[in-house]
């Protein structure tokens, strides 16, 4: 072995996992290459799907970078919807998809958060007429 080079088992567990994660990447990439394919009659060669599915890997790569460091200029230790804005503001397409994103999940939140306080509010009424008619 190479001097200062220990392999252990986590070493393997987290080369392990990274496998399945690219692994996992290039069958998406070659699904949705698929799926491009049929629509537009073309096919994707599997060299271009390898290249695609690399490219995705390491585009994904650099934007964890800059999540964290983001984050880290926010004094936070939780990456926030904001930062991904940030990150995605370098393309305008993906900023303009990021945002719909983040406005209709925080819509959902809200809707839901309503549903909760309409409910709380709606239970102690309803208890309170049925501890009137038990009086009667």
Same mark, same amino acid.
């Given at each position: 072995?190479? /001097?200062?080079?220990?392999?252990?088992?986590?070493?393997?567990?987290?080369? $392990?996992?990274?496998?399945? #994660?690219? &692994? +996992?990447?290039?069958?998406?990439?070659?699904?949705?290459?698929?799926?491009?394919?049929?629509?537009?009659?073309?096919?994707?060669?599997?060299?271009?799907?390898?290249?695609?599915?690399?490219?995705?890997?390491?585009?994904?790569?650099?934007?964890?970078?800059?999540? /964290?460091?983001?984050?880290?200029?926010?004094?936070?230790?939780?990456?926030? $919807?904001?930062?991904?804005? #940030?990150? &995605? +503001?370098?393309?305008?397409?993906?900023?303009?998809?990021?945002?719909?994103?983040?406005?209709?999940?925080?819509?959902?939140?809200?809707?839901?958060?309503?549903?909760?306080?309409?409910?709380?509010?709606?239970?102690?009424?309803?208890?309170?007429?049925?501890?009137?008619?038990?009086?009667?």
């Amino acid at each position: 072995m190479a /001097e200062g080079y220990e392999s252990g088992p986590e070493d393997y567990e987290q080369v $392990a996992y990274i496998q399945r #994660l690219k &692994a +996992a990447v290039h069958y998406t990439v070659g699904q949705i290459c698929d799926e491009a394919g049929e629509e537009n009659g073309v096919t994707f060669s599997k060299q271009v799907i390898a290249a695609m599915s690399e490219a995705t890997m390491k585009q994904s790569g650099e934007f964890a970078v800059f999540l /964290e460091l983001f984050a880290r200029h926010g004094k936070r230790t939780v990456v926030n $919807a904001d930062d991904v804005k #940030l990150v &995605a +503001a370098r393309s305008r397409p993906l900023e303009l998809h990021i945002s719909q994103m983040a406005d209709s999940l925080a819509a959902e939140r809200e809707k839901k958060k309503s549903k909760k306080t309409k409910k709380a509010t709606a239970a102690p009424n309803n208890s309170d007429v049925e501890n009137d008619d038990s009086n009667m």
